[in-house]
Each structure stands twice: as structure tokens, then as C-alpha cells.
């Protein structure tokens, strides 16, 4: 079913993970990434560094949130990666997950979406990835492109309307182990439902990643907060 960007609260529907969104229990933090550190020598979680050219860049930034900026100038990859053991992605699978990006985009208002700045999570073993790539419109609203593998129609963009992407913004993808499909928070409201999976390809692994995707795209991402976590017990 084609992801729905939803426009009443009547549109809204129950899962077992909350209607807002929200895990009903405890959860468990699987990784993650705060404040202007190096990720890849985090408190927490030690990301994995992928970089591939000389068209990225990353650094720390203090304010108005410490965050780590990851800017791509056009086809670079430069991305963040932790890889779950096989037991955290059956409980992933099994009981729902939810991915926390509080980021801002630093592209000019202008630029069409990209897809340069991105976050998600790869399950090879089910051929599942989903992901969120965070982008702008001439208006300087937040536009959210899913991995649809060059079909729209299947996951449509999702562009939040009276917010601007160049300020922090806290978007959450919560995935439903009933649906096998996604949800899209932006700020704690609803934005859109039943996103589905993407397929992979051969060079996929199982990863929890962020940063800059291999596109054509330039940009930069603020990235205050990245966190993938799975409830503690059945919902």
C-alpha cells in the first residue's frame, strides 16, 4: 500500500507501538550518536566511518545544538554505520524499532530534493531497508524522500508544511512488526503511514546508518541526535 501523508487526526491509526508513535514500554537503546562528537569515537556507540572520495566533509558544530556535520559537495559518500548482531535485528523484527534523527538541513531553500542527507536502517537477512533522506523545497520546508527504488508511487515525498528544515527538528521512522511497514513523526505528529520496505543489493549489510548518501546532490546535516531502539519486551 502506497505511504499516505495524512492530513486529519481521523486518519490516525492504533499499532502496537502507540498511536504516537511512542514505545508503550521501555526501550532498548541499540546505538547512538549525541551531541558534537566524532562519532567514530563515540561515549556510546563506536560508528563505523564509510567514506568514499574527497567531496564530504565532516565537523563538529557548537550551536544553536552541538551537533556533527556531515556536507556532501556533490556524488561523495560519507556515513555512519553500526552493525547489529543477528539477535538485535530478530527483536528488531519481531517487536518494532524506532530511528531518531534530530538534525537540521544546511542546503540553500532552493536546491530540489536530493537525497544527499540521510538516515535509515538495512535488514539484509529479511530484505528489508528503510530510510529517510531530508531535503527542502523553494520554501525552505522539510521535504521527506523514502527509498523507493525509483517508484514515487509506492512511497510518495513527504513535505511538512509551516516548519523550516534549516531548524532542528527531531524526525522518527517507527517500524510496525504486524504492517511490516513505517511510520513518519516529525516533532512527535504523525506526517505519513504504511511506508514500505526497499529491496537490496548485493553490497547491502545489516546497519543502522546516517550521513551522506551517494548521490548528486550537495549538502549539509546537522546531526544532534541519531538513536535506533527497540522495545525491551513484546508490545
Known sequence: MPARVL????CLFVSSLGENGLFASDATVVAEHVGNKDPSHGDTTQWERVANGKAASEEPVDGPLPAWRVTDSGNAVLFYRYLPTEEQQKMAEDRGWKLSVKCRLNAPASEKPTSSVIAGYTDLKRNRRFYLAINSNSSGEPVIIFDN??????????????????????????????????????????????????TMNSKSVSCI??????TAGTGAGDFNLVRFEIPSSPQ
Open 7 to 10: 492530513t486529519c487526526l481521523a
Open 209 to 214: 546508518s546516517w550521513g551522506s548518501a551517494d
Open 149 to 198: 527504488r525509483g517508484d514515487s508511487s509506492k512511497a510518495p515525498p513527504c513535505t511538512v508544511s509551516g516548519l523550516k528544515a534549516s531548524d532542528f527538528h527531531l524526525y522518527e521512522l517507527v517500524y510496525d512488526p504486524t504492517s511490516k511497514s513505517a511510520s513518519l513523526f516529525v516533532d512527535g505528529a504523525r506526517q505519513a503511514t504504511d511506508i514500505p520496505s526497499s
